[in-house]
């Protein structure tokens, strides 16, 4: 089981990111995907949530309207879209297998910095 994340950058406050999470060695279509960040100064928080199907999206509250999972199962690959980026997304950005965070790929760093 291997999940690989990617698309982290430096930007702008404003700006947008589009992340990528690679889910092999496992049948991606039969679980949901799961994000988290790691930011300064906090706890690993959960962020986003996509469904098997990719038909239903949950939100931590703090990225509600400016986040959005979406999930492509011929391409065994899940998304994050990040849009209004602010200072205090900057972190480390984890997708997991399912709800839980024990099946994590390593991660990609965003910087949202003026």
């Known amino acids: 089981v291997q999940l690989v994340e990617s698309g982290g950058g430096s930007v702008q406050p404003g700006e947008s990111l589009r992340l990528s999470c690679v889910g092999t060695?496992?049948?991606?279509?039969?679980?949901?995907v799961s994000w988290f960040r790691q930011t300064a100064g906090k706890a690993f928080e959960w962020v986003a949530y996509i469904d098997v199907a990719g038909d239903v999206g949950e939100y931590t509250d703090s990225v509600k309207g400016r986040f959005t999972a979406s999930r492509d199962n011929e391409k065994n690959t899940a998304y994050l879209q990040l849009n209004s980026l602010k200072p205090e997304d900057t972190g480390v950005y984890y997708c997991?297998?399912?709800?839980?965070?024990?099946?994590r790929g390593p991660g990609t760093q965003v910087n949202v910095s003026s």
């Open positions: 997991s297998r399912g709800r839980g965070s024990s099946t």
């Open positions: 060695g496992f049948a991606f279509d039969l679980y949901g």
